[in-house]
């Protein structure tokens, strides 16, 4: 959720927050969900992601039998005291819930930027207890510390007048949307939705703005702080048409012009439209929820039909407007050319985008014909507007008229081949359905769910060889120090990516020391979770050495910061480790634990596994799809372990960024 989100869910949050009771607390994974009691207005349930979102859910979780220290802190300091406000930090990432009696208050600190924190504060605001403590540069998340917020960033977009529009673009550097997101403290998706209002390119320079599109650029500002001041309206999640079918690509407090042409689904709040898009694992649901799963599958699929028709409404839309156009271009060949001469031969004489506007005005006022087309210039698009038979066409300047023309039938035909696509997926979709309802509901009991207990080892990123090494991995700057000065022992392998931002890697070694294979499955493992995974990098490099050439002291006056180590001697280089990683399940009687690692190793110790790369699809999209290719995988005795498992679970094995599925 950005700041705008939280800003524009405040009320719905007040209305069923404010005056209610706090009946307990829980916690799933890095999800917490109050559970609230408002008198005369029936219970709710509060969910807060540090990191992520807060919003009402309607799922009923499944309680967890033995809540977590944090949670038991929580319920002793919040339970059946009275909810007083709920309020949003400036326009900041940060939403404060203040909870009182007669004995005093106490607030409950979400705050939802980076990764995310979750905290208590004293009648005093000092920090009582915190989900993450650090030391930073601006503050320190500290117990008994006073809580201080993060330093502000940005001018408010809701009192930003126009003036100040202008000097923010003169100061900039960036493009459009950049100075926007710096400047104003909104997030990318809000600033192009100015954009699109504007009708400004949101990658051009913001220095090479002109005064009509810098004109413009302010009225969207305008445009937008107006309708968020009008609140939420038909809120909405949208969806994109792609190869694979219907995939939900954002949420929205109300519609966009820039997914005017997406399907979408609407709902009666916002926080439905958030519950809805983010959804939640079978594993935490309530049995009563998880009963009828194939009736919330049919509809499901019903919804997803019903959107395919609509995208194919919209695609024929599409592509009957831009044939048209093509068809208009064609007609009117020599003046469209002569159009896009005129303006290119301007620009070429020097002029100025101003100059050329000025000299078009006068031409219509003197009855030019070529300018009398011309309803508009774009000049941060390179466009130009003109009226064919009463229909507005937009050329590129930096085209031809045969080519503009071809371009319109391009995108007709584009949009033809996506219909094909969504019919196709519709006919997939409804055997899907057909399926559902001939096969009966499941006659295996649902199982009691357990409390796995963690093994040592998991609080690291870890894997075991196809040689039978454990084999582990740091995930920050702490446990990277944790593991080379507590679990490194004269037996084991240390190993670390020949780049920056790699975590520590290492092998343990009981006895017999491994072999290549291990040697080289460590290295892939740690140049996986190095930067060479968001880099889109497809080989790197990595080099192991003994324990008793690493040390944390420096040489003599010299600094070393902390948690670095410093390597003596020779390093052994294992060169052009594919980037290339599986998830796998290990089955026991009562779980199934998700590991990662390369495929080499993962294929061997694993009942079931996929291969995964580097890519565009986001983290819990990807971790929804894991999920789904591993139940398809696993056979029907053994498919409730992979149901069980906390989609949490899956994204902690996974390296940081997007990824795909590649079998």
């Not at 969207?220 to 999640?237: A, N, T, Y």
């Not at 809805?276 to 039909?305: C, H, M, N, P, W």
Request: glycine share 6%; hydrophobic share 40%; aromatic share 8%.
């Amino acid at each position: 959720m950005s700041n705008v989100d939280i800003r524009m869910i405040l009320p719905e949050l007040q209305q069923a927050a404010v005056g209610s009771f706090i009946k307990n607390v829980y916690q799933y994974g890095e999800v917490f969900v109050l559970k609230l009691y408002l008198p005369r207005g029936g219970t709710s349930q509060l969910l807060i992601e540090p990191g992520r979102r807060i919003h009402l859910t309607e799922f009923r979780r499944a309680a967890p039998r033995n809540p977590p220290k944090f949670v038991t802190v929580l319920r002793k300091y919040l339970r059946e005291k009275k909810l007083l406000s709920v309020t949003q930090h400036d326009l900041d990432r940060i939403v404060i819930l203040e909870v009182g009696d007669a004995e005093g208050t106490y607030k409950l600190v979400a705050e939802l930027f980076g990764s995310g924190n979750l905290l208590l504060l004293d009648p005093e605001n000092r920090i009582f207890i915190a989900r993450r403590y650090r030391k930073m540069r601006d503050r320190d998340i500290m117990p008994k510390a006073i809580y201080q917020f993060p330093p502000p960033r940005g001018i408010d977009v809701f009192t930003v007048e126009t003036e100040r529009i202008t000097e923010i673009v003169a100061e900039s550097k960036s493009n459009v949307v950049r100075t926007l997101a710096s400047r104003l403290n909104l997030d990318a998706l809000s600033c192009e939705e100015i954009c699109t209002l504007a009708d400004v390119s949101p990658a051009v320079s913001a220095a090479d703005l002109d005064q009509r599109s810098l004109e413009d650029l302010k009225r969207g500002v305008i445009e937008f702080s107006k309708r968020l001041q009008e609140g939420v309206r038909d809120p909405r999640i949208v969806f994109e048409q792609t190869e694979e079918g219907l995939e939900s690509i954002a949420f929205l407090p109300f519609e966009f012009e820039m997914f005017r042409d997406n399907p979408s689904r609407t709902f009666e709040s916002f926080s439905r439209t958030i519950d809805e898009y983010f959804g939640v694992t079978e594993a935490e649901l309530e049995q009563e929820e998880t009963e009828d799963l194939a009736s919330r599958e049919r509809k499901r699929l019903e919804t997803i039909i019903e959107k395919q028709q609509e995208s194919i409404v919209n695609l024929e839309k599409k592509a009957e407007e831009a044939r048209r156009k093509g068809e208009l271009i064609y007609a009117h060949f020599q003046v469209v050319q002569d159009v896009l001469d005129t303006i290119s031969k301007a620009r070429s004489g020097g002029l100025s985008w101003n100059e050329i506007i000025d000299r078009i005005e006068r031409g219509k006022t003197e009855g030019n014909k070529v300018a009398a087309l011309i309803k508009r210039i774009v000049p941060s698009r390179a466009e130009v507007i003109v009226t064919l038979n009463d229909t507005d066409v937009r050329l590129d300047i930096r085209l031809s008229a045969q080519d503009n023309a071809s371009r319109a039938y391009e995108t007709a035909k584009k949009a033809e081949r996506k219909i094909e696509g969504a019919r196709k997926q519709i006919e997939r979709t409804r055997e899907r359905m057909k399926k559902l309802q001939v096969v009966a509901p499941s006659t295996r009991p649902r199982r009691p769910t357990k409390v796995r207990k963690r093994k040592w080892y998991e609080k690291f990123r870890w894997f075991i060889s196809s040689e039978g090494f454990l084999v582990l991995g740091g995930r920050d700057a702490k446990t990277n120090e944790q593991l080379a000065k507590k679990h490194l022992r004269p037996n084991d392998i240390f190993l670390h990516a020949a780049l920056h931002g790699a975590p520590y890697t290492v092998i343990k070694v009981p006895d017999q020391p491994p072999g290549e294979q291990t040697l080289r499955e460590a290295a892939q493992f740690a140049v996986i979770f190095s930067r060479a995974w968001q880099d889109g990098f497809t080989t790197g490099d990595a080099y192991w050495v003994n324990p008793e050439q690493v040390s944390f002291s420096p040489p003599s006056g010299e600094y070393l910061p902390s948690g670095a180590v410093m390597i003596y001697g020779t390093k052994n280089y294992i060169r052009g480790v594919p980037i290339d990683l599986a998830v796998g399940v290990l089955i026991d009687d009562d779980y199934a634990v998700p590991m990662a690692g390369p495929p080499s190793a993962i294929s061997v110790q694993t009942k079931y596994h996929l291969r995964i790369a580097p890519g565009n699809m986001k983290k819990g999209q990807l971790v929804k799809e894991i999920l789904n290719r591993l139940k398809r995988l696993a056979s029907d005795d053994e498919i409730f372990l992979i149901e069980e498992i906390p989609q949490e679970d899956i994204m902690r094995v996974l390296p940081p960024g997007g990824g795909q599925v590649v079998d």
